[in-house]
């Protein structure tokens, strides 16, 4: 952990006087600062995977294919796309939701209540 820390530090000690939060008067950076800027940084990508979803065009055609499904008119080809816009959108749910809890736990919140405050909805 402490070696972590160390290389942590390092790469924090390039980026901490653009961060607003490094004191230029003391040259000097807590562990507390480096843990913040780390929290922070690591929110920042969490929300972004938590946003991420099928590029429009994928997910036009993936609501058209599960349309023409109900409709009982999916050709072999069709079905198979379905299949793999499927698995696509499965994976990224998996992964929206890992980083829900792993954000939930970063900030001491319930999963429950982070899900009400982000205000995912349920399929």
């Not at 969490?46 to 979803?53: A, C, D, T």
């Not at 499904?69 to 299949?83: C, D, I």
């Not at 939701?97 to 982070?114: D, I």
């Amino acid at each position: 952990m402490r070696d972590h820390l160390l290389s942590c530090r390092e790469c924090v000690s390039l980026v901490l006087p653009f961060s607003g939060i490094y004191d230029p008067v003391t040259e000097e950076i807590s562990d507390e600062q480096v843990h913040t800027y780390w929290r922070t940084f690591r929110e920042r990508e969490l929300l972004e995977e938590i946003g991420r979803s099928l590029p429009r065009k994928a997910a036009t055609r993936y609501r058209s294919l599960i349309t023409k499904r109900g409709t009982e008119s999916l050709t072999a080809e069709e079905y198979a796309e379905l299949l793999q816009l499927t698995d696509w959108v499965e994976k990224l749910d998996a992964k929206r939701l890992e980083s829900v809890a792993e954000l939930a736990r970063l900030r001491r919140v319930s999963f429950e209540s982070l899900v009400n405050e982000l205000g995912i909805r349920r399929p």
